[in-house]
């Protein structure tokens, strides 16, 4: 069954236009539907918890998912506007039978997304993904609830409250953020309540951006995907720190004092430092795709730390910590998993890891959160539709002939994204020119490709 390709669900579950398939009020029906049925087991109340960000169609999925739901007899816990990892930790904390996220994280706000969490809080597998489609396709009419069986929804009142207690928990208790100036985007999105908040009651002076949200401005000029807002905001606000997070704040980017950023990689490389000097660094190393740089598996390795490497995507970096005991991973574009804390990204949890070492060393961030030297790397993104250009035969033997260019100082990484249709390209060497050159070329080749349809 694993094998079997989806054909709705991406690396972060099902994503696409608002009120197009398959992002439709009749398909979100349907999951409720067929994946309320899958996680039915036994004659007790089964529940699942619903969390969403600011999107306007939020609404209609989360109205469509509620009667699904309803109609295979669970009860439905609303938790409204909240993070990605606090509905994970809701999942688990209310002994609840599955979690659900109504979101497209960092895409604007036409889009958006379904992602699914079991008990256990953690993102279900590619093969229960596709059971799951299997069964949205089968006749459900003989095995939907009696009417006496039907579910109830009731929203949690305090829902909010959990996550920020949560989150506040992580910050160890010697430690408080007085006397630190922090600026917090929160991309008009999901945390745009709850972090502004657990960095107050920390103690920190804090600057809230991107906390007005209309349904319409999610991500839109902020958020961990458009920096130039962050960085302008920490140097108006003459701020120690700033924090940007997606539109679900399962993500982030950091800005230090100076204005510089700090990506995903550099914050693996702080935490995991920090962490092994203090025997905190389980499984010997981490866990990373195959997007971060080659300078962090050399500093890394410097420490007598491994990298271990995965596809694109949060879920796989999950599922190898799970593999190997490790509990730090995450994607050079700020999914960070801090699995004492949680089981899925958690941004605001990460930026607590990092004020820490800052509170702990008493030093800016300038000269804490910049750890290694990164090599050269370039990403360009081609935009295309029907064919992926990567199926072209010039296509592949352009790549060839690149991987031959780099030859052994650099990686080439050639994708197709899982979220939306972009063909990603990303190369890196010791030579800049060269990585340019090469990610240039395939990139104007991928768009003629795709010109031609």
């Known amino acids: 069954m694993a094998s079997t390709p989806r054909r709705l669900f991406g690396t972060d579950g099902i994503r696409g236009t608002a009120n197009t398939a398959p992002m439709t009020a009749d398909i979100a029906l349907r999951l409720g539907q067929a994946a309320g049925l899958m996680f039915s087991r036994g004659n007790h109340r089964h529940r699942v918890v619903i969390g969403k960000d600011t999107r306007l169609s939020g609404y209609m999925i989360e109205s469509a998912l509620t009667a699904g739901f309803i109609g295979a007899g669970m009860d439905v816990l609303l938790a409204g506007p909240l993070p990605t990892p606090a509905i994970a930790l809701l999942t688990r904390s209310m002994r609840a039978n599955l979690g659900v996220v109504v979101s497209a994280s960092h895409n604007p706000f036409e889009d958006n997304g379904i ?29 939907l609830a009696h009417p006496a069986a039907l579910g109830r929804a009731m929203r949690i009142a305090d829902a909010a409250g959990r996550y920020i207690e949560a989150a506040k928990s992580t910050l160890p208790s010697r430690l408080q953020l007085d006397g630190l100036k922090i600026v917090i985007d929160c991309a008009q999105g999901a945390a745009y309540r709850v972090a502004p908040t657990v960095l ?45 997070l997606d539109g ?41 795709t195959v997007m971060s740089n080659l300078g962090l598996e050399r500093f890394l390795a ?49 930026a607590l890891q990092v004020l820490a070492v800052l509170v702990d060393q008493r030093r800016p961030a300038s000269e804490v959160c910049q750890v290694f030297v ?80």
Request: hydrophobic share 40%; aromatic share 4%; glycine share 10%.
């Open 115 to 143: 992602k699914l969490f079991g008990p256990d809080g953690f993102k279900l597998s590619d093969a229960l993904e596709v059971e799951i489609e299997a069964l949205m396709a089968a006749d459900l009419s003989t095995r």
């Open 200 to 244: 107050r009651e920390l103690g920190a002076e804090v600057v809230a951006v991107g906390v007005e949200p209309d349904g319409f401005n999610i991500n839109q000029g902020c958020g961990s995907t458009a920096p130039d807002f962050i960085r302008a905001q920490v140097l108006e606000h003459k701020a120690d720190l700033g924090i940007a």
């Open 248 to 288: 679900d704040a399962d993500r982030l980017l950091l800005v230090d004092e100076r204005g510089a950023l700090v990506d995903g990689d550099q914050l693996l490389s702080l935490i995991a430092r920090s962490w092994a000097q203090t025997g905190r660094l389980k499984g010997g190393g981490v866990v990373a």
């Open 302 to 350: 410097a420490q007598n730390l491994s990298l271990d490497r995965t596809q694109v995507g949060d879920r796989y970096v999950v599922e190898q910590m799970r593999a190997t005991g490790k509990n730090l991973g995450g994607e050079q574009s700020g999914h960070m998993v801090l699995s004492d804390f949680s089981t899925t990204g958690d941004g605001l949890v990460t």
């Open 374 to 453: 990164p090599l050269p790397q370039y990403l360009r993104s081609v935009r295309f539709t029907g064919r992926n250009p990567l199926e072209d035969p010039r296509m592949q033997d352009a790549r060839d002939a690149a991987t031959r260019r780099l030859h052994s100082t650099g990686r080439l990484l050639i994708r197709a994204s899982g979220t939306e249709p972009l063909l990603r390209v990303m190369a890196e060497a010791e030579d800049a020119a060269l990585v340019h050159e090469v990610v240039t070329d395939l990139c104007d080749l991928a768009t003629l490709i795709a010109a031609e349809g």
